[in-house]
C-alpha cells in the first residue's frame, strides 16, 4: 500500500517526528524526508513541504520545536488584537529551554518566566498582557521597524478599549521590565488610553491640538450626564459648554459607531452642549484650521451664554 506522508501530519500540516515515525517507522520517515516528501525545518518536527511557507505551519512548528507558546506579534493575530501576522513567528520559552542551533530566519525565540496562557485556534499562545511586552520590546529594539511600532501600539490601544488589558495591570507590570526597548513610551500610552484616549487621532489631538492659545485650558475626557447616560467628550470647553470629538479614521468609519456618535451629540444638544467633531484628514492636514475653528465656535458660544446670564 502506497503512505501519502502527508496525511499523517496534523491539520496544519506538521507533527512531530517521534510521532510520524511511530506510525510509520523510521525508515518511510528517513526515505521520505530524502525524497522532499517531507521536510525538516526544526529540529524534531516533519512538515509537508506543500505548506512549509505557511504562516501558520511555521507558527505551529515552532510550538511543536520549543515546547512554549507564541508570543509578541503572532499571539496578538490569534487573539484577534492584530489582523496582519507579519512574516515573522514569535515563541517564548522558559529559562531552562536553551535554544542552541541556528534558528531559521522568520522565528524569533523570547525568553519568558512565566509562560502561563490558552489555547487559541487550535495553538498554545500568551496572555494578551504578556504578548504586547514581548511585541512591544521587540518592535522598538534594533531589529524592529516603523511598522512593527505602529502595529503593537494599535494592538496596546485596542486591548485597553475593548477591556482585553487593564490598563493598571499593564502599568504594575511594567514596573519590573525596566529593561524593556521603548518603555517609557509605553507608560504614556497606556495612561493615555487608561484615560479614555481610542485612538492614535486622539492621543495625538489631546497632545497637539487642544492646546489653543486665547482660550482656556480644554479639559480632556469630560464627563457629562445626558439622558443616556454619562457620556465622556475628548475634550470640553465648559464656560462654552463646547465639547470636542477628535475621530480616528477607522474606529469612527464604522455604521454602527457613527450612529452611537450621532445619539452622544444629541443627547449632549440637549443640555445645550454643542458638539464639534474633528476628523483624522481635517486635524493632521491643517491643524491651525482645526484650532481656529475651535477657538471661533467657542468664543461664540461664550458670549451667548454671558448675554443669557452664565453657564448653566
Known amino acids: 500500500m502506497v503512505v501519502d506522508p502527508a496525511a499523517l501530519l ?39 513541504p506543500a505548506r512549509a511557507g505557511h504562516w501558520r505551519t511555521r507558527a505551529a512548528s515552532a510550538a511543536l520545536w520549543t515546547g512554549g507558546r507564541l508570543t509578541a506579534r503572532t499571539a496578538l493575530h490569534l487573539s484577534d488584537l492584530v489582523a496582519d501576522a507579519g512574516a515573522r513567528v514569535h515563541v517564548a520559552v522558559s529559562p531552562s529551554r536553551h535554544i542552541a542551533v ?67 495591570d499593564l502599568l ?47 479639559e480632556r475626557q469630560y464627563a457629562l450626564e445626558t439622558a443616556i447616560g454619562t457620556i465622556h467628550l475628548d475634550g470640553a470647553l465648559p464656560a462654552a459648554r463646547l465639547g470636542i470629538e477628535l475621530d480616528g479614521a477607522a474606529y469612527h468609519r464604522s455604521p454602527d459607531n457613527w450612529a452611537r456618535d ?22 493632521t492636514d491643517d491643524p491651525r484650521g482645526a484650532q481656529a475653528e475651535i477657538a471661533a465656535a467657542f468664543h461664540v458660544r461664550a458670549a451667548r451664554i454671558a448675554l443669557e446670564g452664565g453657564v448653566g
Open 10 to 48: 496534523g491539520p496544519d500540516g506538521v507533527r512531530r517526528s517521534a510521532e510520524v515515525v511511530a506510525a510509520s517507522g523510521r525508515s518511510s520517515v528517513v526515505r521520505w524526508v530524502r525524497d522532499g516528501r517531507l521536510l525538516r525545518p526544526l529540529p524534531g518536527v516533519l512538515v509537508d
Open 102 to 168: 541556528e534558528r531559521p530566519p522568520w522565528l524569533s525565540v523570547h525568553v519568558c518566566r512565566d509562560l502561563a496562557g490558552v489555547v487559541r485556534a487550535g495553538l498554545p499562545v500568551t496572555h494578551d498582557l504578556a504578548a504586547l511586552l514581548d511585541a512591544w520590546g521587540w518592535a522598538h529594539g534594533a531589529r524592529g521597524t516603523r511598522r512593527d511600532v505602529e502595529v503593537v501600539r494599535g494592538a496596546v490601544i485596542g486591548a485597553v478599549r475593548r477591556g482585553r488589558v487593564d490598563a493598571d
Open 172 to 218: 504594575a507590570a511594567l514596573v519590573t521590565r525596566t529593561r524593556l526597548p521603548g518603555r517609557a513610551s509605553l507608560v504614556e500610552l497606556v495612561q493615555l488610553v487608561g484615560g479614555g484616549s481610542h485612538s492614535e487621532f486622539e492621543i495625538w489631538g489631546l497632545q497637539h491640538l487642544l492646546d489653543i492659545p486665547g482660550l482656556p485650558p480644554v
Open 262 to 283: 450621532r445619539r452622544r451629540d444629541a443627547a449632549a444638544l440637549a443640555l445645550d452642549w454643542a458638539t464639534l467633531r474633528i476628523d483624522h484628514r481635517r486635524g
